[in-house]
Nanobody
Framework: QVQLVESGGGVVQAGGSLRLSCAAS????????MGWFRQAPGKEREFAAA????????SYADSVKGRFTISRDNAKSTVSLQINGLKPEDTAVYYC?????????????????WGQGTQVTVSS
């Protein structure tokens, strides 16, 4: 079992930045690839970014490339998502997720554990 707790959400004006963090506990953190997903009201949960277990490989949804940066600190058991150039369409609940999978990492079904989410609201 892995417990995940997100933090760092809030209300930000368009063009601003936020840094989301996710703290993991319960199992060796470096055994899991990590991902960030988001879910806007009335929409399905969608992939935003993922990072491999050692942090050497990352992937991003096309809609966030160039604005989102995922990183991890295995010594602190944390994964972060730096979001720059926020847009109103980035408004969503952002979820951290963990998986033992070694492939893909872009689908909700690829992940085994989820946090409770943190709300990001971007005002225009």
């Amino acid at each position: 079992q892995v417990q995940l707790v997100e933090s760092g959400g809030g209300v930000v004006q368009a063009g601003g930045s936020l840094r989301l963090s996710c703290a993991a506990s319960g199992q060796p953190f470096n055994a899991y690839a990590m991902g960030w997903f988001r879910q806007a009201p009335g929409k399905e949960r969608e992939f935003a970014a993922a990072i491999s277990r050692n942090g050497f490989s990352t992937s991003y949804a096309d809609s966030v490339k160039g604005r989102f940066t995922i990183s991890r600190d295995n010594a602190k058991s944390t994964v972060s998502l730096q979001i720059n150039g926020l847009k109103p369409e980035d408004t969503a609940v952002y979820y951290c997720a963990a998986t033992t999978s070694l492939v893909r990492l872009t689908l909700v079904s690829d992940y085994d554990y989820w946090g409770q989410g943190t709300q990001v609201t971007v005002s225009s």
